[in-house]
């Protein structure tokens, strides 16, 4: 799998995706031929490489024969991209980028969505800038996207809606969910394209992921901003094998007022929701009151929804965040013919990369027999469930194990 680590160190624009994406190994003549498919007119591509506070990059720039005065609707630029025959995938981000910038604006204006007119991100060089961006990541083959924190800038910025404080509305929208970082620069560093794009794309913020990476490349902002180079570096590479790591929150609140049919019950609304996972704990709070600990753990994405069904199902007044970066065994399972019929063996497994000694192919931690199907064989035999657990563990060991691997 191809990942792509957007390391925004001074912040994000489209074309500095753009621009990292080209720098990295995305063919420049392919990209034209793709973006010529939207039947724009009055615009001419460059792609220069250029110096920011002494470091180069590729400065993506789209040149427009007049300013493009046409402020145009959600739905006729999804109907543009539908036409362009552009390849399945880059057509389906590019539509998902719009969508959700459709929706930070009709937020932000308090119109619908069907209603919103885009005014700097509906013209030629934002559009050019946003399927560019989708276009070159299919360009190098990019499955996941991965994004660090990203930083806003301060101060003001004067745009069609006049003079509006850093970051924009529709910026701050579109960063609902996202992690923020902090950046000394004034004026705007991150942009409505910039955020949409790494918005909607990203698995995940946080540090670099475990990868083998395979190109590094800088996308170059248009101008100098002191002491920081203006650029955006991209990671293009495999995803590593070593083990998955990932960003998730963790939200907890304290309950010394709550029956247990309550948590129980919000523990269920929890996994329910997508959480990956949801626990109590018994804790003793003020006044000596036992109590519970109510945590649950989910993408950030969800992190909202998951923290408002707390407030709504408990009697908290208060419900606590923090995110956490974790390490993931890879799984995979097998599955074992036993005297009670098949039953599937979650094997968990550290894989080797450059900087391991595992052996090549990696080492598998833990075999552990599914508990569901086990329960099931039991019923089915009239017999414990610990018995089919050790019958499948015994049938486990007695097969190879995974090529490369290790039992």
């Not at 390849?87 to 459709?102: D, I, M, W």
């Not at 923020?180 to 942009?191: F, I, K």
């Not at 909607?200 to 180079?229: C, H, N």
Request: proline residues 5%; hydrophobic residues 45%; contains cysteine.
């Amino acid at each position: 799998m191809t990942i792509a680590y957007f390391d925004c160190f001074a912040g994000a624009a489209g074309d500095m995706i753009v621009g990292a994406m080209l720098d990295a190994g995305a063919d420049f003549a392919a990209l034209q031929v793709e973006l010529a498919k939207l039947g724009l007119p009055g615009y001419r591509l460059q792609a220069a490489a250029v110096q920011r506070t002494g470091m180069g990059g590729t400065h993506f720039q789209v040149e427009l024969a007049e300013h493009d005065h046409h402020h145009r609707h959600l739905a006729e630029i999804l109907d543009m991209i539908d036409r362009a025959g552009l390849s399945p995938a880059a057509a389906a981000n590019a539509k998902a980028v719009f969508q959700r910038l459709g929706e930070a604006e009709a937020k932000v204006h308090r119109v619908s969505v069907q209603d919103v007119h885009f005014h700097e991100v509906g013209a030629v060089d934002s559009i050019v800038d946003i399927v560019g961006a989708c276009v070159a990541f299919d360009l190098l083959g990019v499955d996941e996207v991965f994004c660090s924190p990203i930083p806003c800038g301060s101060g003001t910025i004067d745009c069609a809606h006049g003079r509006l404080p850093v970051p924009a509305p529709a910026v701050a929208a579109l960063l609902v969910g996202a992690k923020l970082a902090e950046n000394p620069l004034t004026g705007e560093v991150t942009t409505p394209t910039g955020a949409a794009i790494l918005t909607t794309l990203a698995k995940s913020y946080g540090p670099l992921p475990a990868m083998d990476i395979q190109a590094v490349g800088y996308g170059a902002g248009s101008r100098e901003t002191g002491d920081m180079p203006n650029l955006l570096r991209v990671f293009v590479g495999a995803k590593s094998d070593a083990g998955d790591a990932d960003t998730v929150v963790e939200l907890s609140a304290n309950l010394d007022d709550c029956t247990g049919e309550i948590v129980g019950a919000t523990l269920a609304t929890l996994m329910e929701m997508g959480c990956l996972d949801a626990w109590a704990s018994p804790i003793y709070m003020k006044k000596n009151r036992p109590a519970f600990l109510l945590s649950a753990l989910c993408s950030p994405a969800d992190a909202d929804a998951v923290e408002e069904a707390i407030f709504l199902q408990t009697s908290t007044f208060g419900v606590r965040r923090r995110t956490c970066t974790r390490s993931k065994l890879h799984r995979e399972h097998r599955t074992v013919e036993t005297p009670y019929g098949p039953v599937r063996v979650k094997l968990g497994l550290r894989r080797s990369s450059a900087l391991s000694s595992l052996p090549k192919g990696g080492q598998i931690i833990t075999a552990a027999p599914e508990f569901s199907d086990c329960q099931s064989a039991a019923a089915s035999h009239h017999v414990s469930v610990r018995e089919v657990m050790a019958a499948a563990l015994r049938a486990y060991s007695t097969q190879s194990p995974i090529e490369g691997g290790s039992k």
